[in-house]
C-alpha cells in the first residue's frame, strides 16, 4: 500500500460569504510528483495555504507529513520544505550563509547546517560559490540553490509554488531535473505552475475552478478524457468554463 503524505477529505475555506475552497478531497503519495493546477483566482493559493500550515480551513479535515491541518500546523512547518517563484532567498546574503539562516530555521543545530551545505554544494557543483552572494549569482544557480535550501532539513514533502516563473525554458527544463531526482529519492514534489509544458512533467494533475477540483489525473489520462493534444488543450478547455477562467 503507498504511502500519503497529503490526505485530505471536504476541504472548505471561506472568507465571510465567499467560499475560496469548495469541498476538495484529494490524495498525494510518497514521492509524487503532484502538479495543482488553476486559474487566477481558482483556490489554489487559498488550499496551499492551508497544506502548508498557515492558514486553518473552515471546515474538512487532512493531514500533510502525516500532522493535521486543523491541529498541528506548526508540526507540519517543520516538515516540510517551500520554495516560491521569488526563490525566497536572501539576495545581500552570501550562499553559505543563506543556508545557515533556513539550517537554524528549521531546527538543524551548527554540525548539521555545516555537513548540509557542503554535501548540498558538491552536488550543485556550486563548491566554488559558496561566498558568493545570491545577489550576482546566475537565475539558474538562484534557482537550485532555492531548491536545496527548501531540502536542507530533509522534509517529507516540498511545495513548489510557481518555481520557475519568469525562468527561460532550458533553465526550467533543467530545474526539473532537480525534482525528480528528489522525488526518486521519495520525496513528494507539490508544484504549481502556470506552465503547461510542466504539467506534463507530473505524475498527477488536480485543475481547480472556482474553488473545485474539476479533474484530477495523469496527463494522459486527462488528455484522453478531454480529447486534448496536450495539457494546454486540457487546461483551456477545463478553466475556461469557470468564472474564474472567463
Not at 483556490?43 to 493535521?68: D, H, N, Q, W, Y
Not at 554544494?121 to 545577489?135: F, G, I, P
Not at 530533509?154 to 531526482?181: A, K, M, Q, S
Amino acid at each position: 500500500m503507498e504511502e500519503k503524505t497529503v490526505m485530505i477529505r471536504n476541504l472548505v475555506k471561506k472568507f465571510g460569504s465567499f467560499t475560496a475552497v469548495d469541498n476538495i478531497s484529494f490524495e498525494v503519495s510518497r514521492g509524487e510528483i503532484f502538479g495543482f493546477l488553476g486559474a487566477n483566482g481558482a483556490g489554489k493559493t487559498t488550499a496551499m495555504r492551508i497544506l502548508c500550515g498557515l492558514s486553518k480551513p473552515t471546515s474538512g479535515e487532512g493531514t500533510v507529513a502525516g500532522f493535521s491541518i486543523n491541529s498541528e500546523q506548526e508540526q507540519i512547518k517543520r516538515h516540510i520544505g517551500y520554495m516560491s517563484q521569488k526563490f525566497s532567498l536572501y539576495p545581500d546574503l552570501k550562499v553559505w550563509e543563506n543556508f545557515e539562516l533556513f539550517g537554524g530555521i528549521y531546527g538543524l543545530n551548527d554540525k548539521e547546517i555545516r555537513i548540509k551545505t557542503d554535501s548540498m554544494l558538491k552536488a550543485l557543483s556550486l563548491e566554488d560559490a559558496r561566498n558568493m552572494y545570491v545577489r550576482d549569482m546566475p537565475l539558474g544557480w538562484k534557482q537550485k540553490l532555492a531548491f536545496s535550501i527548501a531540502m536542507v532539513h530533509d522534509p517529507e514533502i516540498v511545495f513548489l509554488d510557481e518555481p520557475t516563473g519568469g525562468v527561460d525554458p532550458v533553465t526550467r527544463r533543467n530545474f526539473w531535473e532537480t525534482i525528480y531526482d528528489a522525488a526518486s529519492k521519495g520525496v513528494t514534489v507539490f508544484v504549481t505552475t502556470h506552465y503547461m509544458d510542466e504539467a506534463e512533467y507530473c505524475d498527477r494533475v488536480s485543475i481547480m475552478v472556482d474553488g473545485r477540483i474539476e479533474a484530477l489525473g495523469s496527463p494522459a489520462e486527462l488528455k484522453e478524457a478531454y480529447g486534448a493534444a496536450d495539457m494546454d488543450g486540457v487546461f483551456t478547455r477545463i478553466a475556461g468554463r469557470g468564472a474564474a477562467g472567463q
